[in-house]
């Protein structure tokens, strides 16, 4: 890590081929608003230190993968370091040359319909969409040329073809359906959770945990190890591992 930035966060590296998540939840356990836009940023209440570490946690990755979902709540959004923290974007191209990534981790859409927003200036700028045999034929021909297809019926197939691609450090930022695809395969490697220090509560709209259209407890026990807490005024970064490594 530069020491700029390591002076910030303090130590963080990842293994050659990982796959990581990072999500924001609300202290009793909220990452999604129902159908409002953006759950995130208003559950970090847009909080400075929890969009560091997304750009931090971007600049490490050669791919941030992403379900429909979470893009078509997100308009206008690019998932790049710098997007969601201009201050730091010199660090984090500096970090990325340092570790051997393109100057952009390459955005990786999963859309099982093909129903994406092509105009969406993340898709604009660059995406290789993940989608079904169905899902190709609703894009035909009307992505733009700076996007490519991998045809997958499931997520352990996606991220072979992803890895076959030299795409190997890979983040994911939800939301829960698509992660929990990802620990119900076995291949979410670790665990990144900002507790935000306020209270969403729960009634009439959906809001789900990090975790959707998945249960293990009580028949399946996915415990993780606590890696690293760190505390910034009222908020806690956590970083769990899960798996054996
Ligand atoms: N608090 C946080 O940190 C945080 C982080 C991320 C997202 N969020 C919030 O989470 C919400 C969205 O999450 P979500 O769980 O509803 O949706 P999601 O996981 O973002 O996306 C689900 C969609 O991804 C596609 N998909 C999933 N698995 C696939 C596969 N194996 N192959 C191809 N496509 C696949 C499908 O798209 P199609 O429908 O096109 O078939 C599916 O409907 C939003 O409100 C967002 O703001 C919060």
Not at 201 to 218: I, K, Q, T, Y
Request: charged residues 25%; glycine residues 12%.
């Amino acid at each position: 890590m530069p020491a700029d930035l390591e002076r910030i966060y303090g130590r963080l590296g990842f293994g050659d081929r990982v796959v990581y998540s990072n999500f924001v939840a609300s202290l009793d356990g909220v990452v999604t608003l129902g159908d409002r836009p953006s759950a995130g940023s208003v559950i970090s209440g847009r909080n400075q230190a929890d969009r560091f570490l997304m750009g931090l946690l971007r600049a490490c990755a050669d791919a941030v993968l992403l379900g429909a979902g979470t893009l078509r709540a997100t308009p206008g959004h690019r998932w790049t370091p710098e997007h969601i923290y201009p201050d730091a974007a010199a660090g984090f191209a500096g970090l990325r040359k340092k570790l051997g990534r393109k100057p952009q981790p390459r955005l990786v859409v999963f859309t099982r319909s093909g129903d994406i927003a092509l105009d969406h200036p993340a898709v604009v700028a660059g995406a290789t969409v993940v989608t079904s045999e169905a899902g190709a034929r609703t894009l035909g021909g009307r992505l733009p040329d700076s996007c490519d297809v991998i045809r997958a019926d499931d997520v352990t197939r996606a991220v072979g073809e992803l890895r076959l691609r030299g795409y190997e450090v890979l983040l994911t930022e939800g939301g829960p359906h698509l992660l929990g695809e990802l620990v119900q395969a076995g291949l979410l490697d670790e665990a990144f959770l900002t507790i935000s220090p306020v209270i969403a509560g729960r009634d009439v709209d959906a809001r789900l945990g990090m975790v959707a259209s998945v249960e293990f407890l009580p028949d399946r026990q996915l415990w993780s190890r606590l890696l690293s807490a760190r505390r910034h005024e009222d908020f806690l970064f956590l970083r769990y591992g899960l798996g054996k490594s």
